[in-house]
């Protein structure tokens, strides 16, 4: 069953342009995954501290595997430090 994954990321004041920096890195990466269906990145116009991450998978086991691949590691290491709370994801199922 194909599962949607929504991820908000909220950066810490002056430390947003290299959160987006850090998207701008691993959603192509991300693409390229066999079990990705499809991932793009957003920003806040209203809020520029604000990020969100929404991707669709083939299965729960595709973004499983998502998350242990060497540039999503290297991502989250690269994110977390930015944050000003833990990054909030949840996997989702289309209901209509």
């Known amino acids: 069953m194909e599962i949607f994954i929504f991820t908000r ?3 810490q004041p002056g430390k ?3 959160l987006e920096d850090a998207l701008r890195e691993v959603v192509p990466a991300s693409r ?6 499809n991932i793009h990145a957003f920003r806040s116009i209203r809020d520029s ?3 969100y991450i ?3 998978w083939k299965d729960e086991a595709a973004f499983d595997r998502h998350a242990k691949l060497p540039h999503t590691v290297r991502f989250i ?3 977390e430090p930015l944050l000003d709370h833990e ?3 949840q996997r989702c199922g289309l209901i209509v």
């Open 9 to 11: 990321f909220h950066a």
């Open 16 to 18: 947003a342009d290299a």
């Open 32 to 37: 390229q995954e066999e079990g990705c269906l």
């Open 49 to 51: 501290n604000i990020f």
């Open 54 to 56: 929404h991707s669709r």
């Open 77 to 79: 290491e690269r994110a």
């Open 87 to 89: 990054i909030q994801a």
